[in-house]
């Protein structure tokens, strides 16, 4: 079973609120992954990290987000100024370098009312 | 551009009964496949992976997939279900960024097994 870690469970956001979650990954994994899953179940990758180097993010264009992994500390995602369209499941997984397994956490269940 | 479809949202099965759950894959390249897992409130768990060799792959609780070059797919199967197998279902594929391997995903099926 993955040891992927993600505080808090549940978030309640008003509309224009900060909305930040946060991601422990799997001990000794350094790739940490950001995806989004709708009610529809639909992913959309958001951003990666190794280290706390950003590998790759994808339509971020709204600048709303942002995200980071700081060395000896949580990553986090933020959403600066939460929309209702936001609300979604937030999962944050982790790898090894150069594997391609993905293990996930719980997830962040994120809803702007 | 790469994508993986699952044809059917939702899947019945009786305890006991086989399943099998579809998965097709665009990808021009070699992909490398997963299935995963999620149950209520729970985040996904990996069931199997396919990266080359053998195209029958066995993963845990005795689910199974088999990979096809030729009909771009990579169904998953298992003899006979439990009531515990009630979840839904997501087929993946990887491909490669700069050094990070996003997952594509389908958009699962919804398994529920009846008494």
């Known amino acids: 079973n993955s040891k992927v870690i993600q505080t808090p469970r549940y978030l309640v956001k008003g509309q224009g609120q900060k909305a930040k979650m946060r991601c422990i990954p799997e001990?000794?994994?350094?790739?940490v992954f950001w995806y989004q899953q709708n009610k529809n179940n639909e992913f959309k990758f958001l951003i990666n990290?190794?280290?706390?180097?950003?590998?790759?993010q994808i339509d971020m264009t709204e600048k709303r987000f942002s995200a980071e992994c700081p060395s000896n500390s949580p990553c986090s995602l933020e959403i600066q100024s939460s929309e209702a369209g936001d609300s979604a499941l937030y999962l944050c997984?982790?790898?090894?370098?150069?594997?391609?397994?993905?293990?996930f956490g719980p997830g962040t269940r994120l809803t702007v009312l | 551009a790469q994508s993986v479809t699952q044809p059917d949202a939702r899947v019945t099965v009786s305890e006991g009964a086989s399943l099998q759950l579809r998965c097709k894959y665009s990808?021009?390249?070699?992909?490398?496949l997963f299935w995963y897992v999620q149950y209520p409130r729970q985040g996904l768990q990996l069931l199997l992976k396919?990266?080359?060799?053998?195209?029958v792959v066995q993963g845990v609780n005795s689910f199974e997939a088999e990979f096809s070059k030729s009909n771009s797919s990579f169904h998953l199967q298992k003899a006979s279900v439990h009531w515990s197998d009630s979840a839904v279902y997501f087929c993946?594929?990887?491909?490669?960024?700069?050094?990070?391997?996003?997952?594509?995903f389908g958009t699962g099926t919804t398994v529920s097994v009846s008494p």
């Open positions: 997984a982790s790898s090894l370098p150069g594997s391609y397994e993905q293990y």
């Open positions: 001990k000794g994994h350094p790739v």
């Open positions: 990290f190794q280290n706390q180097e950003v590998l790759q």
């Open positions: 990808y021009s390249a070699t992909p490398y």
């Open positions: 396919y990266y080359s060799g053998d195209p």
């Open positions: 993946a594929l990887s491909q490669a960024y700069q050094g990070g391997r996003a997952l594509i």
